[in-house]
């Protein structure tokens, strides 16, 4: 597992039924190539983001595969529409098989 590795979400607290909102999401994550090596020769393993889904009370609304190229800390926005309250489920996957996950709720009324 990474060390250091904080994902961040912002979702609006509330909306009416049927609007649709922008979502942004960051990670804090550092990403080795794999390539590289530490002080000692030792190469440094392999931890990159690839993939990165998103579901709202259980439907999926988003999922994207990351190719290895992508930045460090990587961010990401995007729409979703919003037909009732609920919360959103934020899952990133690492190459060296963590997932790191964040929850938000939003009120629809």
């Not at 994902?7 to 390539?35: C, F, W, Y």
């Not at 530490?38 to 983001?49: A, E, H, T, V």
Request: charged share 25%.
């Amino acid at each position: 597992m990474a060390k250091g590795v904080k994902p961040r979400v912002k979702v609006p607290k509330s909306a009416a039924a049927g609007d649709v909102i922008t979502i942004k999401t960051l990670i804090n994550h550092k990403m080795e190539s794999g390539q590289r090596k530490d002080k000692q020769g030792n190469r440094i393993p392999r931890s990159i983001i690839h993939r990165f889904n998103c579901d709202f009370n259980g439907q999926n609304v988003i999922d994207i595969t990351l190719e290895p190229a992508i930045s460090t800390n990587p961010y990401i926005q995007f729409k979703a529409k919003v037909p009732e309250s609920g919360e959103f489920v934020f899952t990133w996957y690492d190459d060296d098989g963590s997932v790191y996950e964040a929850r938000k709720s939003i009120t629809v009324g």
